[in-house]
């Protein structure tokens, strides 16, 4: 496999490997607020930047989804890829300024406040297959801020598959 392909991420994507993650990331952030460790944002957000850079390729939590959890979950559902790495884009960037603002400047109501913003989104996304991200990624297409060619399938509801 050679680099452009290892960090690239993939398009269409499995949903119920999208939604396995979110549980670990619900998991992870429950941890971090039952337990006030704010370390746990700093792993967070490297797993998050790894499956920015490398969808499910990188990341131990989706390698272990993707491979392990999700097939045990019947047939994949495909979905568009854009959106879920804007999310994961969202979830990269929120948890490295939570850790950012609680671990070296100590602020840890930041990291709290983080914790608790994670375990709400992806909850949203892992029980209800409602991606917070990808539905912000939809009203920034309709708005003309992310071009129509960044998503065929998202702006193309004939593309879709069933």
Not at 39 to 63: E, H, N, Q, Y
Not at 75 to 96: C, E, L, N, S, Y
Not at 106 to 122: K, N, R
């Amino acid at each position: 496999m050679d680099a452009h392909s290892l960090f690239s991420f993939p398009n269409p994507v499995n949903e119920k490997t999208a939604r396995v993650v979110a549980g670990f990331v619900v998991l992870f952030a429950v941890i971090g607020l039952v337990t006030g460790w704010m370390w746990i944002l700093a792993v967070m957000a490297v797993g998050f930047w790894l499956r920015v850079a490398a969808g499910p390729r990188l990341s131990p939590v989706a390698i272990l989804a993707n491979r392990v959890i999700s097939p045990k979950l019947g047939r994949p559902k495909m979905v568009p890829g854009p959106p879920k790495r804007f999310a994961q884009t969202i979830g990269a960037v929120t948890t490295t300024i939570g850790a950012i603002l609680a671990i070296p400047f100590g602020i840890e109501a930041a990291g709290y406040a983080v914790f608790g913003i994670m375990a709400t989104f992806a909850t949203l996304e892992s029980v209800f297959a409602l991606c917070v991200g990808c539905q912000m990624f939809a009203l920034l297409m309709k708005a003309g801020i992310i071009p129509q060619e960044v998503c065929e399938a998202c702006a193309d509801i004939t593309l879709r598959r069933a």
